[in-house]
């Protein structure tokens, strides 16, 4: 049975850090490209981050730049998302997601709150 469990979210002031984690299992992590998407209220998913499965490349998208690093352990079957200086905007459902050629998975998401 195919799962992607994400934690770690919460409630944070502007200016903190939260470590989301999403825990695979039921497929062969390591040739899943790994990605964090999240989504606002009245607002489309949008991607957030990816990790290739072997190379290490990563991509960010411009707003989470220089904030949020994505990263994976493959040996644990579990990718991060270390999000540093939060911002309001940041608030949002966090989605994990795995992709191989066609196939993707999705996991049930992790709420994050940045609130004053």
């Known amino acids: 049975q195919v799962q992607l469990v994400e934690s770690g979210g919460g409630l944070v002031q502007p200016g903190g850090s939260l470590r989301l984690s999403c825990a695979a299992s039921g497929f062969s992590f390591k040739v899943y490209a790994m990605s964090w998407y999240r989504q606002a209220p009245g607002k489309e998913r949008e991607l957030v981050a990816r990790a290739s499965p072997f190379a290490g490349n990563t991509d960010y998208a411009d707003s989470v730049k220089g904030r949020f690093t994505i990263s994976r352990d493959n040996a644990k079957n579990t990718a991060y998302l270390q999000m540093d200086s939060l911002k309001l905007e940041d608030t949002a459902m966090y989605y994990c997601?795995?992709?191989?050629?066609?196939?993707?998975?999705w996991g049930q998401g992790t709420q994050v709150t940045v609130s004053a």
């Open positions: 997601n795995a992709v191989s050629s066609s196939t993707v998975y």
